[in-house]
């Protein structure tokens, strides 16, 4: 037996059926893996020889589906693949792109790591926050609309300065394209 | 073709050849192309004849440490009784590097043809694609094409008819630069924090779930097929300077210059004629002051070394820098350096996985130290303490992403210590509300 094993089965051990805390089943918590995603999970499930090798995608899906990754989600993630609430907690905050809390619902990354901080890329950042009313990074549009924040290196360095609403990719942009751009979104 | 530029005539696209062409992301049309013709070929070859043959060619790593790639595979027992892995680095996130996108993006089959034939030659039937969560263009390239080629049975328990089993699956990141780092992006796959592992035990002998495992560069992977179709020896001749250096490379190009983008061009080119002629040169009006030739953890060169400089894995090394990912980033003479630097070392302190002290102090001081000093707010004595610090982080900690901050730290205040020093006596930036802005 891997130690992968060892922990897992543990795991599922000390916690049954989410005793610690019940978080899957807060009553005002509708579960995440039914239906069809706990079908789509299933079908992952296949591909890797431990279940926490899903834990990734399976926070990706939760994310999907409810826009960021709450307490209450982490838990029943813990659940499905027989893990902890603590240790999915801890995958969680060690990535960036999964939402601890609500987003606006665009959330915009901006790169300004040297490459693109030597073609402008601050300029950009100004004008978005201008432009959506968010006022300073991080923070959401009082509309709930946007949240503007700077990103390390999205690998298109060549095509400064790019930006990511949500799962759109925008090449090239400029502060003067900025306006345009919120227009298309609404 | 060529994207986003067409091919420069000094330009030799083998990997590139059909970059900015989206008939090319199809199975139909790539095949029309020569498509899988090279897994087809290796599928019905013994695994040892590929890896003689990749070893032969003179393929070395593409990802940045230029580790020969036949070799790395023979690492890989036959025969041990156990499963073996592969996984494919596309977690292309060094600043300045976008190449592996744009081969994910334009050439996804390319790529799957290359995984495929690399996991036979090194006796799995499993290759995994962790592609960085914020390429999500390449992700839906990738995802179409590998059911595309399950659906044609190229992939799956019969790959090609061979009755050989080849998967290929497609990972999601989720944002850490760290996971480019083969142990760190092995415990991401396993679903753990990416904390790189301490080597040894090398992947080749317990890797992923614990296993046999090799690891490939995106561009790596996708040159194989090239090399069985055309032999090890038209490869091996492709070299505009040392054996030692064979084949094409991709170059991408960002920052102040006229025409970024990606480039392809046989080792050995001169890096004078790459960025005044291939690139376009400087922006009207401006002159380069500085190149960081191989993405943002090699040492910065000036002017002059970057002139002089053979574009191969030697040639950059002799003249102060680092091949590395290829990723070139170039600025102007109205870039103010400490800035940069300090941004860059902002990059590492936000990247840092925190496991080792050295790093995750190391780089939080030295990105406050720096930016002290661009503020107007430094002193002399910050300039040794800068280099002090560095020397401790460099080849002290469990993967190299401390050292990778010190490099342009100590390069930069080498080569241009008196732009330092001028925040420090000046007590302000030099350039002024330009640089400023």
């Not at chain 1, 969680?92 to 915009?108: E, N």
């Not at chain 2, 901050?405 to 205040?413: E, L, N, R, T, Y």
Request: overall charge negative; hydrophobic content about 40%; aromatic content about 8%.
């Amino acid at each position: 037996m891997t130690v992968d094993e060892k922990g897992s089965a543990a795991a599922a051990e000390r916690a049954p059926h989410g005793a610690n805390g019940g978080h899957p089943h807060q009553e005002d918590y509708e579960p995440v893996f039914t239906g069809e995603v706990r079908r789509e999970l299933d079908e992952l499930l296949t591909r890797y020889p431990t279940r926490m090798a899903a834990l990734l995608p399976a926070l990706w899906m939760v994310q999907h589906e409810r826009g960021w990754v709450s307490e209450a989600a982490m838990a029943e993630v813990a659940e499905v693949l027989r893990l902890t609430p603590a240790y999915v907690k801890g995958v969680v905050t060690f990535y960036t792109m999964y939402h601890q809390h609500p987003v606006g619902q665009h959330f915009i990354q901006v790169c300004t790591t040297s490459p693109c901080g030597a073609c402008g890329a601050e300029e950009v950042v100004k004008a978005f926050l201008e432009h959506t009313g968010c006022g300073e990074l991080g923070l959401t549009s009082p509309d709930g609309r946007y949240t503007v924040i700077e990103v390390e290196c999205l690998g298109a360095c060549g095509f400064a300065t790019p930006v990511m609403v949500n799962d759109e990719f925008i090449e090239s942009v400029t502060p003067a394209r900025v306006p345009e751009l919120l227009a298309e979104l609404r | 073709m060529g994207f986003p530029h067409p091919s420069h005539p000094s330009e030799t696209p083998l990997l590139s050849e059909h970059f900015g062409n989206p008939a090319a992301r199809s199975l139909t049309t790539w095949r029309s192309l020569g498509g899988y013709q090279a897994l087809e070929r290796a599928l019905g070859m013994e695994p040892s004849a590929i890896v003689a043959i990749v070893k032969e060619s003179g393929l070395r790593g593409r990802g940045g440490a230029g580790f020969p790639t036949g070799m790395k595979w023979s690492f890989m027992k036959p025969g041990d009784g156990k499963p073996h892995y592969l996984c494919c680095n596309a977690d292309e996130s060094e600043p300045g590097t976008f190449k592996d996108r744009e081969i994910m993006r334009w050439t996804p089959h390319a790529l799957i043809e290359g995984c495929a034939i690399g996991a036979y030659a090194i006796g799995a039937e499993t290759c995994y694609i962790y592609i960085r969560g914020e390429f999500t263009e390449p992700l839906r390239a990738m995802d179409a094409a590998v059911r595309e080629a399950y659906a044609a049975g190229i992939l799956g328990a019969n790959a090609m008819g061979t009755g050989k089993r080849v998967d290929v699956h497609v990972h999601k990141g989720a944002g850490a630069y760290i996971c480019g780092e083969e142990t760190a992006l092995m415990n991401s796959l396993e679903g753990r924090r990416g904390n790189p592992r301490i080597k040894p035990p090398f992947p080749a002998v317990a890797g992923l779930f614990g296993k046999p495992t090799t690891i490939n560069n995106v561009e790596t992977l996708a040159a194989v097929p090239h090399i069985l179709n055309r032999g090890a020896e038209w490869y091996k001749s492709m070299s505009l300077s040392s054996p030692k250096s064979a084949g094409t490379k991709l170059f991408s190009v960002c920052g102040n210059v006229a025409k970024p983008g990606n480039y392809e061009v046989v080792l050995g080119f001169p890096f004078k004629d790459f960025l005044y002629d291939v690139c376009g040169g400087p922006l009207p009006g401006r002159t380069f002051k500085a190149v960081i030739p191989g993405g943002s953890s090699v040492p910065i060169q000036t002017m002059a070394e970057a002139e002089a400089t053979r574009m191969d894995y030697e040639g950059f090394v002799e003249q102060g820098s680092m091949l590395g990912s290829g990723g070139v980033i170039v600025f102007d003479d109205d870039q103010c350096m400490v800035k940069l630097i300090a941004r860059l070392a902002r990059f590492y302190a936000h990247e840092s996985c925190a496991q080792c002290t050295q790093c995750r102090e190391g780089t939080a001081w030295v990105t406050r130290i720096l930016e002290r000093i661009e503020a107007g707010g430094g002193t002399m004595d910050d300039l040794d303490t800068l280099l002090n610090l560095s020397e401790n982080m460099t080849g002290k900690t469990i993967c190299v992403l401390s050292d990778s901050c010190a490099a342009p730290v100590v390069s930069g205040i080498q080569k241009f210590r008196d732009e330092f020093e001028a925040h420090i006596t000046g007590k302000r930036c030099p350039m002024g509300a330009r640089a400023a802005a």
